[in-house]
């Protein structure tokens, strides 16, 4: 399996993301995670498991900095798996 959408919101409407899916989808018919926070703790393995998977601008760029060694924030770097370990599918 691998995820179908991965969606890059600002962190201001992320909860929104979140209580739009819960609200309008059948409740098991679409499997989505919040990559943020305690939920970055996911393996590249486990996020392919959904079918959505939304995180943020700065999520993003803190992960890809880590994997070219830019350090643009001054928060610990995740530096093992993520957003940037998993083979996305171009459309």
């Known amino acids: ?3 179908h959408t991965i969606v890059v919101v600002p ?3 992320l909860s929104n993301w979140e209580t739009q899916i819960k609200e309008h989808c059948q409740p098991g018919a679409i499997r989505f995670h ?3 926070d305690a ?3 996911k393996s590249p393995e486990s996020l392919r498991n959904y079918d959505i998977v939304i995180t943020t ?3 993003v760029a803190q992960e890809h900095g880590s994997r070219t060694g830019s350090t643009h ?3 610990k770097q ?3 798996g993520g957003l ?3 083979q996305w599918k171009v459309r």
């Open 1 to 3: 399996t691998c995820i």
């Open 39 to 41: 939920g970055r703790s």
């Open 11 to 13: 962190l201001s409407i």
């Open 34 to 36: 919040t990559y943020y």
């Open 84 to 86: 940037f370990d998993i």
């Open 57 to 59: 601008y700065q999520v």
């Open 78 to 80: 995740k530096t093992n």
């Open 73 to 75: 924030s001054s928060k």
